[in-house]
C-alpha cells in the first residue's frame, strides 16, 4: 500500500479498482458465509418493522386525506396512489432505532474479523447486542449530526455521513472507546479522505445496479399478485435479499479501506503499526532509507565529474 501520511493522518491514494480488490481477496472461501450474514442482517432490521406495518400500521394516504390534504387531486384517486405504498407505524420506527446500532455494530465487526482473516461464524452478527447501550448512543449521536448538517442542504449531509463513516469500525476494533472519541477519530481519518470514499461508494453502482434487476422483478411480482401491504412487503424483502452480495462486498471493501486509515495496512512488507505514531515513525524509516539509496546513486556521478576537472 502506498499511501500518504499527512499531519498524523492517513491519506488513501490506492485506486478504487485496488481497494475493491483488497475486500474481494478478503472474502475468497468465505462469500457464502459472507452472503448468509447480510441476509441476516438484513431480515432482522427490516423483517419485524414489515410485521408492525400490517398489524399496527395507517396508510399514508389516509392521513393525508382524513386531515384535507389532497392538493387538488381527487380524494379516491389520492388514496389510490398512496395505497400501493407501505403502511406506516410508529413501533416500527422505534424498532429500527433500537436495533439498527447493535447491529451496525455486528456487521462491522464481522467484517473487520473476516478482512483479518479471522475465524468467523453468522452468529457473530449479533455481538453488537453485547455493546447494546455504547452501540445504540453512536447511532443515534451519528444520525442526528448527519441530520442537522441535512438540514442545511443534501450535500452537508452527505459529507457528515461521510466524515463519521468510520466510527463503528472504530468501536468494533476497540469496544472500549467513548462514544465522542469514536466520532471524533472518525473525523480525524476522514480529512483527505471523504473524496475518495465518494468515489469508492460510487464504484459500486454497477454491481448495485445489476443486482437491482431481479430485486424490482420479484417485487412487482409482489404487487401483481396481491394487494396486501404486508405480502408485497415480503416480496420486496426477499427482493432485497439479492442485494446481500454487492452488500457484503462492499462492507469487506470498507473494512480495507479502514484497516488503511487505522495504519494497520500501510505496505505488505511491513508490520502491522498499532499506533498512527508507529505508521508515522515506519514512513519516515521508509524516506530516510529512499534518500540514502539516492545520495548513493549520486556519489559516483559526483566522482566522476570531480575526475573530469
Known amino acids: 500500500m502506498q499511501n500518504i501520511l499527512v499531519d498524523q493522518n492517513i491519506i488513501i491514494t490506492e485506486p478504487c479498482k485496488t481497494l475493491r480488490t483488497l475486500g474481494r481477496n478478503a472474502l475468497a472461501g468465505k462469500w457464502k458465509l459472507a452472503i448468509t450474514a447480510v441476509c441476516v442482517y438484513i431480515l432482522v432490521i427490516q423483517l419485524p418493522m414489515a410485521v408492525f406495518d400490517a398489524l399496527f400500521g395507517t396508510n399514508v394516504g389516509s392521513i393525508m386525506t382524513d386531515n384535507g390534504y389532497t392538493y387538488g387531486m381527487d380524494a379516491g384517486f389520492y388514496v389510490d396512489f398512496y395505497n400501493n405504498m407501505p403502511q406506516v407505524c410508529i413501533l416500527s420506527e422505534i424498532y429500527f432505532i433500537l436495533v439498527s446500532g447493535a447491529m451496525e455494530l455486528g456487521i462491522s465487526l464481522f467484517f473487520l474479523a473476516t478482512f483479518r482473516k479471522h ?10 447486542f453485547e455493546r447494546f447501550g455504547k452501540a445504540l448512543g453512536l447511532f443515534l449521536y451519528k444520525s442526528l449530526f448527519i441530520f442537522l448538517w441535512s438540514c442545511l442542504f443534501i450535500i452537508p449531509g452527505i459529507i457528515a455521513a461521510f466524515r463519521y463513516s468510520q466510527a463503528f469500525f472504530i468501536l468494533a476494533d476497540d469496544p472500549n472507546k467513548g462514544i465522542r472519541q469514536c466520532i471524533d477519530e472518525s473525523k480525524d481519518m476522514m480529512k483527505g479522505n471523504k473524496g475518495k470514499y465518494f468515489l469508492l461508494q460510487i464504484s459500486f453502482i454497477g454491481w448495485a445496479l445489476l443486482s437491482a434487476i431481479p430485486a424490482g422483478i420479484i417485487e412487482s411480482i409482489g404487487g401483481t399478485v396481491s394487494s396486501n401491504t404486508f ?4 416480496f420486496g424483502l426477499v427482493g432485497g435479499l439479492f442485494m446481500a452480495p454487492v452488500i457484503a462486498y462492499v462492507y469487506s471493501t470498507l473494512a480495507g479501506f479502514y484497516e488503511i486509515l487505522a495504519g494497520h495496512l500501510i505496505k505488505e512488507t511491513m508490520p502491522v503499526p498499532v499506533t498512527v505514531e508507529e505508521a508515522k515513525e515506519q514512513y519516515e524509516i521508509i524516506q530516510a532509507k529512499a534518500e540514502e539509496a539516492q545520495a548513493e546513486n549520486r556519489d559516483p556521478e ?3 565529474s570531480t575526475d573530469k576537472e
Open 119 to 128: 475465524e468467523v461464524q453468522v452468529t457473530d452478527m449479533f455481538l453488537g
Open 231 to 234: 405480502v408485497i412487503a415480503l
Open 302 to 304: 559526483e566522482k566522476e
